[in-house]
C-alpha cells in the first residue's frame, strides 16, 4: 500500500505502529500487525480498506474498531474468526463489506445505522446472526450469501 493508493489508512497505519515509511506499507508489516484496536474508529476523513485482507496476523477486530468512521469498503482477512460488537457501527458511507471465510457470528450492532450499505459478503460459515441487526439487514440493496443460518 503506498500513499498514492490509500492515503488515509497508510497515514494511520505510520502513526498506530511500528512502519518503515510514511510512504508505504510493505506486506510483511501489515502481516505482523495483530492488533488494529480502536485506531480507525471516529476517523472522518472517507477511505476504503480493501488492504486490510494483507493484515494476515489478526484474529479478531476490537469492539468498535471502526465505529463513526467513514469507511467506505473493507476486506476482512481470513484469519479474521471473531467481530467484537458494534464493529462497524454509525458508519453511514459503509458500501461494501467482505466478511472472512471462517467467521460464524455477525455480533450485535455490527451494522448499526450503516444506512449506505449496499454488498455484504456473508461466507457460508455464519452460523449465527444476531437478531437485532435483522431489521438492518433487511434495508441493504444486496445481500450476498451461502447457507447462512439465524
Given amino acids: ?3 498514492e493508493t490509500n492515503e488515509v489508512v497508510l497515514d494511520i497505519c505510520h502513526r498506530s ?3 518503515t515509511s510514511e510512504e508505504y506499507l510493505t506486506k510483511d508489516e501489515a502481516a505482523n500487525i495483530k492488533d488494529i484496536s480502536t485506531y480507525f474508529a471516529n ?3 472517507s477511505f476504503s480498506f480493501n488492504e486490510l485482507k494483507y493484515f494476515t496476523g489478526l484474529t479478531s477486530l ?3 474498531a471502526f465505529a463513526n ?3 467506505t469498503a473493507i476486506t476482512i482477512p481470513n ?3 471473531e467481530l467484537g460488537k458494534g464493529v462497524f457501527e454509525n458508519c453511514t458511507v459503509l458500501i461494501d463489506v467482505e466478511l472472512p471465510n471462517n467467521l460464524l457470528e455477525i455480533p450485535e450492532k455490527c451494522f ?4 449506505s450499505l449496499g454488498n455484504l459478503y456473508l461466507p457460508d460459515t455464519v452460523m449465527s446472526i444476531f437478531k437485532s441487526i435483522l431489521k438492518y439487514i433487511l434495508e441493504f440493496n444486496f445481500i450476498l450469501y451461502q447457507n447462512c443460518y439465524s
Wanted: proline fraction near 0%; include cysteine; aromatic fraction near 4%.
Fill in 1 to 3: 500500500m503506498t500513499k
Fill in 17 to 19: 505502529f511500528n512502519t
Fill in 43 to 45: 476517523e472522518k476523513r
Fill in 62 to 64: 476490537t469492539d468498535g
Fill in 69 to 71: 468512521s467513514n469507511v
Fill in 79 to 81: 484469519n479474521v474468526t
Fill in 112 to 115: 448499526l445505522n450503516c444506512s
